[in-house]
């Protein structure tokens, strides 16, 4: 049989290139063969030399718990060495960049404002989510202790509204957002004073004179 001169095929099951995902961050791989791997951030990493080895290594499911990252883009490289002593250069090793995303959506209640009055029980909800990655996300409007708007579509950074009938006197209201991987933001807690005005329309009554003339 011929030598084995080909190192191993190596395939990155977690993170999945181009995907968003918060932390700890898992950097799992498996190989065609059984093979010691390592890691690095930069892409010409000294495979000899290099200290970052996966917990399973030596056979064909390699993985290690990174811990927190934090927020931003990375990028891991990985190179592996099988038993015949074939390893992965810097053109068959693989590599995967995701984003890390661990900061939950920010809320801005922008009307009704705190401690403010309304004159119609039609109030229309306004708000505005942002988060650092997702430009969409998912929000509860909730009044009074009762979520009255359920997974309102919400885009990161643009004015949101849910139009609500809300009962006479004080009302509260916060909202809720998530991301898509599932970091929570929670707005602060405004009131508001909904008080019925009635209308009093005055009447005046204009005598007018008439002028009979008789044949």
């Given at each position: ?6 190192p191993p095929?190596?395939?990155?099951t977690s993170?999945?290139?181009?995907s ?10 498996v190989t ?13 990493f000294?495979f000899?030399l ?7 290594s030596?056979n064909?499911t ?15 490289f990985?190179k592996c060495n099988?038993?015949q002593?074939?390893?992965n ?9 995701f984003?890390?995303?661990d ?22 909800f306004n ?6 990655v997702?430009v969409?996300l998912s929000c509860?409007?909730t009044?009074?202790?009762n ?9 990161s950074?643009?004015?949101t509204?849910r139009?609500i009938i809300?009962p006479s006197g004080l009302n ?7 991301d898509?991987?599932?970091n ?7 009131e508001f004073?909904?008080k ?7 009447i005046?009554t204009v005598n007018a ?5 008789k044949?």
């Amino acid at each position: 049989t011929s030598a084995d001169i080909t190192p191993p095929l190596i395939s990155i099951t977690s993170p999945i290139n181009g995907s968003v995902i918060k932390d700890p961050t898992y950097l799992s791989a498996v190989t065609n063969e059984n093979a010691v791997c390592k890691y690095n951030t930069s892409k010409t990493f000294n495979f000899s030399l290099s200290s970052s080895r996966f917990n399973e290594s030596g056979n064909t499911t390699h993985s290690i718990n990174l811990g927190t990252l934090g927020d931003g883009q990375k990028t891991y490289f990985i190179k592996c060495n099988d038993s015949q002593g074939n390893i992965n250069n810097d053109d068959n090793q693989a590599n995967t960049t995701f984003i890390v995303d661990d900061t939950s959506p920010s809320i801005a209640l922008n009307f009704p404002g705190n401690n403010s009055n309304v004159t119609s029980a039609i109030v229309n909800f306004n708000w505005t989510a942002t988060d650092v990655v997702d430009v969409n996300l998912s929000c509860n409007l909730t009044v009074n202790g009762n979520i009255l708007g359920s997974n309102v579509f919400s885009p990161s950074g643009v004015q949101t509204n849910r139009t609500i009938i809300v009962p006479s006197g004080l009302n509260r209201w916060n909202v809720t957002c998530i991301d898509d991987v599932s970091n929570k933001g929670y707005s602060v807690n405004h009131e508001f004073t909904y008080k019925l005005i009635e209308s009093v329309t005055s009447i005046q009554t204009v005598n007018a004179s008439y002028k009979f003339s008789k044949n």
